[in-house]
């Protein structure tokens, strides 16, 4: 089974705050290429508590690249790829903003939840399924909040699931655990911004620091 596994950490409440990814590849069940960017979100707002967190402010992200630019780097890594994501629906709806704000064109993007995966294969035997619980319970190494992490310990989940249930193909999702694919795609998005009427604000030029 290959897949692409993916971690959004925020800035703020906004979905269009991303200020890291993560990603873990997998090949054949085994992850083989972990990578994490810094993003610079639009106005480099920080909530206290989300950093926190995730332990990266507006100074660490001043100089990064912003989504547009690191969608660049991450395109061979998404294209006709399966994505994978715990608790898919925030990771997915980040995904969604960022594509929209950003008017990056694409082509759909198929993806699951492994919080879904988990539910399905060890639904007798964990208690709880957040990406925390499942990797105390499976052994999986995690530093939490952190995308590359977060990213790796999705993909050892969802790897060890799909060999539970011998699923080789992502079609093999739907019909042996009853889990139907979700998809971003480009004619959602528009819709979504004819229909509200959406315009997409200009991003502020990138303020560079001076080096003493």
Known sequence: MDFVALDFETANELNTSACEIGIAVVRHYKIVETKSWLIRPPQNRFNPYNTMLHGISADDVDDAMNFKEVWQELLPYFEDQLLVAHNAAFDMNVMRSLLLHYEVPFKPIPYTCSIKVARKVWKDDAKRFGLSHMSKFLGIQLDHHRAESDAMACAEIA?????????????????????????????????????????IPKTPPRKRRKHW
């Open 159 to 199: 790897s060890r699931g799909f060999r539970e249930f011998q699923i080789s193909f992502k079609e093999e999702i739907e019909s042996k655990l009853n889990i139907v694919l979700g998809s971003i795609t480009q004619q959602a998005l528009d819709d979504t911004k004819n229909k509200f009427n959406l315009t």
